[in-house]
């Protein structure tokens, strides 16, 4: 194991520190507000690669933060807080998921009336945020990917995070985290040609028309 | 690192080198490896300048979400409570005219006009000890309301499920207490000029318009 190598380094990375918290001590809302701070931006990615397309990053990070602050007292084990907070981010979504199809079916019933407009699909992948084409269709291809490998490929994304933090969050060995980005990436190469060469074809079939 | 190219095959081994590359990760050692594979099959730097690139989109949208997380707090003071939350929510509606209108002739209709001197019970205006007429108990009236609605036809019935909002053990006590939500199916009337539909504005957001179209028979049950 290289211990140079940044994406493998520890606590020491610049941007993001991974806060341990006191063991067998009270989490005071100092503390709390430091665990928040310093994890919420993997949290986010956590976010993005379960939340529905409809949903703001945003909203689900405010419910993640109130359910934090809810319920972090109630953690048997401090230091499991990290695992503790991805189950909490990943629920977060879920419920979102479920919401965003309860509306898609009323949706769809008032447009089956011919009231309102379909959707049409230019729903931001990250909600409120404005990206590249690319990006987007990337965000939406790794979605596709099995859970497994979508989470470590978006976490290794997060500024300084290394194999081993990403390892912390998802109670994974190190070595499985790097094999798991490097097929992750591959498959989702594979779905990027795949879906180019549809383009292609659908584009071809249109100029043939 | 050596462990991986030990334990895994050949396609493995590729996809893991170019990750090593892209995570600058690779060792002398690596890139000697990456370099005999792209020998017998060039495509290996195509996939490796593919990856690299894709690999650079998806962090640009992990950054941006990054940069929102980075101002998302944590909700400061004391959270309130479903009850308080409940509270809260009809403090808003008893500013809407209409319902809170609508509340009081409820309010009225179920527990009669309040009396200007309270527990005087000999201005009854004949008709009587009003404990006797009207129920004292929260469960009493609302078996009136629910006698009275039931006849009048704008109430519908009750569902047999109350949705518990919150649990919490009584203090210094055996027991728990539940704080829940009672189902009642009521029916009114909305006249066409009250009646919305979902829609989007100029922006594209749903919001809620007013409904021109007829509406058809529709259930969510």
Redesign the interface.
Known sequence: ??EQ????AGNDQPGLTMVQPPEGAAIGPDE??RI?REN??W???I??AHKPRETD??DL??VV??A???KIGELRDPSAVRPWLRTVAINAARASGREVKRSRR??R??RD?????GP?G?AD??G?????E???R??EL?RTLPEGYREP??L????GMSYRQIGAVLDLPE?TI??R???G??M??EL?EQDSAKDRSESGVAAGA | MDEIEQNTGSGDRRDELISRVIDGEASERDWMALRALAEADPTVWTDLTKTQAQHEALCALVDEVGLIADDVELPVGPLLTPVEHFERRMAGVRTWGGWAAAAAVLLVWFTGLPSPTAGDRTQTGGVGNIGDVFPKTPEGILDRYMEAGQKSGQVLGQMPQRVVLETRPIAGGDGVEVVYLRQIIEKQVVSSTMSYRLGRDEFGQTTLVPNTQPVRPQSSY
């Open positions: 194991m290289d190598n940044p994406a493998r709390i507000k928040w919420r931006r949290v986010a990615a976010l993005l990053v945003e990070l405010q933060a109130m934090m602050v809810r009323q949706l019933l008032v009336r011919g009231e309102a407009p049409d230019s992948a990250a409120t945020v404005e990206l590249g690319e990006s987007r990337l965000m790794a490929l978006l290794r994304c997060v500024r070595t790097e094999t980005i490097a097929r990436r591959r989702l190469r990027a």
